[in-house]
């Protein structure tokens, strides 16, 4: 049975109507009706100048009994106005009726509490429709269902409520979702660590149908929102009472709050998901470059043709949709955005919106599409919190679809660079595995439009690349099995890998000659630590950047960049390096003819001052050992819990490489 849903004049016309002998009347006319309509008809008429609110519930069965056939003038107000003066003001106070996935805003003051109730023929009413936008499921559905998503069907969050309730389809018990999200908050201009959080009260019982602080304990629960954003599921069988209540504030702080609350059958409303799915690919000191993880799956058999097929098809669905993901950016240090830093409807209304490019990408392993996004206009030596959240393509008559009030993911932390000599470079058209920073030189005019510093690495590799194909061209290659140079592997391996190797080698990846040689970074290797730095006449200090002054200021390795180029024309001053991983090197021998004459330097000081190591021991948070283009580290410590890729790796020799490459 649906109830139309009541203004609060509606609310105040029906409880005038009922003080009179229409109540009496209808309770006489309807007999087969529960005694206990009476009972509230009664207790109202007794209360009405005092604080009562249960002229909403009567409001409700009274619409059942009477046929809702009144309540829709509300012309009447003038009549009441000397009856119920006092309730206008408290309006608020009527328990609202909470229909299945329609969300509610509202704003709250200080020290109020706000009353709703999801009735019981909304709880075991007709289910939502359910939101299929997008090609695949995400996190944490993706993982969570057995289900093969290179149907390129969505499983939600609906559906699997669905599927839980049709379980058990015949029993009197119904599971509730609900989710609330806080919108706005007061503000103060004094220094606060934390800012206050409003309280969600849920009820089950008809003697608490109004939760709250000052209601009685033992009959009902008190939530309170974290990062303006609670869920509470509970198993039903009657109305839920549902209490929201605003603390009194301190400190400073002025104003009220806003928030959404939103009851559900089928599945949450609005959605925190503690599980990451942004990563940080690479950072400079003025931007980072941000990514979801792997939107399709990464587990396709890959002699199964069928299904590669198919996934290839899921792949380039989601790289025609329009970038659905957003970002929200803001300074670690704002307790005004940890507050809000689960809700996705205050992230929204915070957002500044500004310095985000984002783009579909399939750089890397398994060229499976992500989201990318490159955050402008951040400043030097910051910490940054980032929040992904969807929310669709919301159709205008989209109401009462299930999870459509949005979701966030876990928050990422990241931190920009500070000296200004690295910048990151990422789309390159030749070594598109690229994205990461690189050595640039900030006072340099040309090199401010970052297509300049992306033609120069760019074509520089491609130019290497183009005479190696000359060689490679000498060897016989794609003829039969047995005449090739090895039976597990050919030339477009070869190429493959020895493109991969170039552009690690020839394209540095760049941090802060600053960064200290802390317990994740301890394998950075000094860059031009002679030369002044771009800015400054001085000379680096060395101190805790090298152990030995003397030895640093005599070695080639610490006194050159990898490619001679870089010094001549870019010109970076000193930073360090992020070693390639020699694992690109062993991948070059393994694959390319021995004709070629690769070779990787051996164990020891030569290999430790050329490569870095693909050390999986020693993955974890922010640690990122060697440079591998086309590698996404943090996915790969296991089930993801890392969250970001910083810098670290092992020492070595831009000689060493370069001879490996003149050996060519
Ligand atoms: C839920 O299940 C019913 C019956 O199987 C089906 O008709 C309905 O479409 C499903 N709803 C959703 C949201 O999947
Ligand atoms: C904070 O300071 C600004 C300007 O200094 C002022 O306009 C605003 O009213 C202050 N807000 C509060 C909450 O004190
Ligand atoms: C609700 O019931 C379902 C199925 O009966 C059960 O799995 C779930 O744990 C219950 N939830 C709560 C909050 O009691
Ligand atoms: C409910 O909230 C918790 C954290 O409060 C979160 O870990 C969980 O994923 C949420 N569930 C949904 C479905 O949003
Ligand atoms: C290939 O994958 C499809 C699913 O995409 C599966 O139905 C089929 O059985 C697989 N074939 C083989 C030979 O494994
Ligand atoms: C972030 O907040 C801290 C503390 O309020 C402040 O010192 C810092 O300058 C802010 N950073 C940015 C980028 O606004
Ligand atoms: C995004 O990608 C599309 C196609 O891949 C490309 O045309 C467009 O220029 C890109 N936009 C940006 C801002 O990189
Ligand atoms: C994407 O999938 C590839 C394998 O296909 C894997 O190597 C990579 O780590 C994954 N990256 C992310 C960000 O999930
Ligand atoms: C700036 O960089 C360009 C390379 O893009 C280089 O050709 C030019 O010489 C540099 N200018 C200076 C003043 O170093
Ligand atoms: C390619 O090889 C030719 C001939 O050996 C040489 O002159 C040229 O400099 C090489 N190009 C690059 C980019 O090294
Ligand atoms: C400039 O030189 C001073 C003194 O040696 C040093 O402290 C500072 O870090 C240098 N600035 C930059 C950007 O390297
Ligand atoms: C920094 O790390 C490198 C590489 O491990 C090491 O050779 C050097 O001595 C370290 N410097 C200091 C000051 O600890």
Request: hydrophobic content about 35%; aromatic content about 10%.
């Amino acid at each position: 049975m649906q109830f139309p849903k009541l203004t609060p004049l509606q609310s105040r016309l029906v409880a005038c109507l009922c003080t009179s002998t229409l109540c009496v009347l209808v309770y006489y006319l309807l007999s087969p009706a529960p005694a206990r309509y009476f009972a509230y008809a009664a207790e109202l008429d007794s209360l009405l100048n005092q604080d009562h609110n249960h002229h909403r519930i009567l409001g409700a069965q009274g619409a059942e009994l009477l046929g809702d056939s009144w309540g829709e003038e509300g012309s009447y107000e003038a009549e009441f106005v000397g009856v119920s003066r006092s309730l206008i003001g408290r309006a608020d106070d009527v328990p609202q009726g909470l229909k299945n996935n329609v969300p509610e805003t509202l704003n709250i003051d200080p020290g109020d509490t706000k009353y709703y109730v999801f009735e019981k023929a909304d709880i075991f009413g007709k289910k939502g429709s359910n939101r299929k936008e997008l090609p695949s499921n995400l996190p944490p559905d993706n993982h969570r269902t057995k289900r093969d998503d290179s149907e390129g069907e969505s499983l939600d969050a609906a559906e699997h409520a669905n599927q839980t309730l049709e379980r058990r389809q015949d029993t009197s018990i119904q599971q509730v979702y609900i989710s609330i999200n806080t919108c706005l908050q007061p503000t103060t201009n004094a220094t606060v660590t934390a800012y206050p959080q409003l309280s969600l009260y849920i009820s089950t019982v008809d003697t608490n149908q109004k939760p709250g602080p000052g209601a009685d304990d033992s009959s009902q629960t008190m939530f309170q929102l974290d990062g303006g954003y609670m869920n509470v599921t509970i198993n039903v069988t009657d109305n839920v009472y549902i209490g929201i209540a605003a603390p009194k504030l301190d400190l400073g702080f002025t104003g009220s709050w806003n928030y959404e609350i939103a009851a559900s059958i089928d599945a949450f409303f609005m959605d925190y998901f503690e599980t990451p799915f942004l990563w940080k690919v690479d950072s400079d000191s003025n931007s980072a470059l941000l990514a979801t993880m792997n939107l399709t799956s990464e587990n396709v058999p890959p002699d199964n043709v069928t299904a590669q097929t198919k996934m290839e098809h899921l792949r380039q669905k989601w790289m025609g949709i329009t970038p659905p993901f957003e970002l929200f950016v803001f300074n670690q240090s704002d307790p005004a955005a940890q507050a809000l830093k689960r809700s996705y409807c205050g992230l929204k209304k915070m957002n500044l919106g500004a310095g985000i490019d984002t783009n579909m990408t399939r750089r890397g392993m398994g060229q499976n599409p992500k989201q990318q996004f490159h955050v402008k206009q951040l400043k030097p030596g910051q910490k940054y919190l980032a929040i992904l959240g969807y929310n669709g393509v919301k159709q205008e008559d989209e109401v009462g679809s299930a999870g459509g009030g949005g979701r966030i993911w876990e928050t990422l932390s990241f931190e920009t660079q500070r000296d200004g000599n690295c910048r990151i470079i990422f789309d390159l058209p030749f070594c598109n595995d690229v994205a990461y920073a690189v050595p640039t030189n900030p006072t340099n005019d040309t090199l401010k439009d970052m297509q300049n510093l992306v033609n120069f690495y760019d074509e520089h590799a491609k130019a290497l690349y183009q005479n190696f194909t000359f060689s490679l061209q000498q060897i016989p290659c794609d003829t039969t099995s047995s005449a090739q140079y090895s039976l597990v592997s050919n030339c477009e391996q070869c190429a493959r890998s020895y493109k991969t190797w170039l552009c690690a080698v020839t394209i540095p990846r760049c941090t802060d000659f600053s960064a200290p040689n802390s317990s994740t970074k301890k394998y950075l290797l000094p860059r031009n630590v002679m030369q002044p730095f771009y800015n400054n006449d001085s000379l680096a200090d060395l101190t805790g950047h090298w152990n030995d002054p003397a030895e640093a200021r005599e070695r080639m390795y610490l006194n050159s960049s990898r490619n001679p180029l870089i010094d001549s024309v870019i010109r970076p001053g000193p930073y360090k390096e992020l070693l390639p991983c020699r694992q690109l090197c062993y991948d070059l021998v393994r694959t390319c003819p021995a004709a070629l004459g690769f070779q990787c330097p051996d164990q020891g000081f030569m290999l430790d001052r050329s490569y870095g190591d693909f050390d999986r021991s020693q993955f974890s948070v922010d640690v990122v050992t060697c440079n591998y283009p086309g590698v996404d580290w943090p996915t790969l410590s296991g089930v993801g819990r890392v969250r970001g890729a910083g810098v670290a790796v092992a020492v070595a020799v831009g000689l060493m490489v370069i001879a490996v490459m003149e050996g060519l």
